[in-house]
């Protein structure tokens, strides 16, 4: 019977945590930027006033 190769599966198991976390963090990223592109967009409708007349 083959003896269990325990550093390989340990390294397996680091490589799927990195990978993981990764993938998280590339996540949280995409939902930053997502956020941040929302809140320009909202505020540009606000900023375009240079069109209208001042009521002076």
């Not at 998280?24 to 939902?31: D, G, M, S, T, V």
């Not at 930027?33 to 002076?56: G, H, I, K, M, Y």
């Amino acid at each position: 019977m083959a003896k269990p190769n325990y550093a390989f599966a340990k390294h397996q198991r680091d490589l799927a945590k990195k990978k993981k976390k990764e993938e998280k963090k590339r996540l949280k990223a995409e939902a930053k930027q997502a956020l941040n592109e929302n809140d320009e967009q909202a505020l540009s409708p606000e900023t375009d006033d240079s069109d209208e007349t001042p009521d002076t």
